[in-house]
């Protein structure tokens, strides 16, 4: 037996997944995966992430298109067979505004009725960022375009650093606005070691007027160095305090993976304590530090003090 299966099994035993959800509540994000075998590892862990109680499961797209060949079919598959809240991640890229109208009503007739919407980004190799003159150019469009055919609950992505293309972090907020305006009730952060950082800009946020959730996006640490890896290609920043507990520590080994749990807990614990209500899981189809996730919080109702 697998280090997952077992740890699965155990999360069974000890019952952390029959007690009610805490006062936090967190959304799981997972992606299609590309093979028989990461399929079948996903749909094991999806059983565990549906009994956890999630806010909502989210599906990702697959690189360079809108989801209609991967990501419809996992979010109907997992609302079927769960019975849990969907939200299904839809791109401007790559797809025509008749494309993206025609998957939307299939989604409505699913019954999957939240979205996030996103500009994504072009494939490997393609430069930067060019709107195809057929399709919705950026985020802020697309919201407007979901929010106009109504009967949707919109998210959209926010950056705590500043996503990597924007001028300032002023024009990054002003963005977050309209597409708050245009119709977003919910901004999901990109993930941010920072604690602090993830308060100043819900702070900012608050300060602007921006008159929707904020919800931090949480990275758990299964892989430092594939972090590293999608940091340097999202523009998320590796603190050195972060690099330095990680230093020297094997891939898989017991002490990476406490650090990793250490990591994680002390940042929900802190959000939770500084008021959060919602927290978004970068589960990367893994359960094992996701579930830990949901047991620190369910441990930390009570009032956290420093």
């Known amino acids: 037996m697998s280090e997952t299966a077992r740890s699965m099994r155990g999360v069974r035993a000890a019952g952390w997944l029959d007690e009610a959800l805490p006062p936090t509540q967190l959304s799981i994000e997972v992606f299609p995966p590309k093979t028989k075998e990461a399929a079948e590892r996903l749909w094991q862990n999806l059983e565990l992430f549906a009994a956890a109680r999630p806010r909502f499961v989210s599906v990702t ?69 060019r709107p195809r003159p057929d399709g919705y150019a950026y985020a802020v469009d697309l919201v407007r375009a979901i929010s106009r055919l109504g009967g949707f609950e919109v998210s959209v992505a926010c950056y705590p650093e500043v996503h990597p293309e924007a001028p300032s972090a002023a024009f990054d907020l002003e963005n977050l606005r309209r597409k708050v305006e245009a119709g977003a009730v919910r901004a999901i952060a990109q993930y941010c070691f920072d604690t602090d950082r993830i308060l100043r800009f819900r702070d900012a946020m608050v ?47 017991a002490l990476h993976g406490m650090i990793a749990a250490t990591v994680v807990s002390e940042q929900v614990r802190r959000l939770a304590a500084e008021g959060i209500r919602a927290m978004h899981l970068y589960a990367l189809n893994r359960a094992e530090l996701p579930l830990f996730v949901v047991q620190i919080l369910k441990a930390s109702r009570a009032p956290i003090t420093d």
Do not use: N
Not at 229 to 243: D, M, N, T, V, Y
């Open 207 to 253: 300060r602007a007027g921006i008159d929707c959730e904020f919800v931090p996006g949480i990275m758990p640490i299964h892989s430092f160095q594939q972090i590293k890896r999608f940091s340097e290609a999202c523009g998320a920043s590796i603190p050195s305090w972060l690099a330095d507990l990680f230093d020297g520590v094997p891939e898989g080994s």
């Open 61 to 129: 797209c697959g690189a360079g298109g809108i989801g209609e060949t991967s990501t419809y079919p996992l979010a109907v598959a997992i609302q079927e067979r769960f019975g849990v809240p969907v939200a299904a991640h839809l791109t401007c890229t790559s797809a025509s505004r008749a494309e993206i109208e025609a998957l939307l009503e299939r989604y409505r007739a699913a019954g999957i009725r939240r979205i996030v919407a996103l500009r994504g980004d072009p494939p490997k190799g393609d430069g930067p960022y």
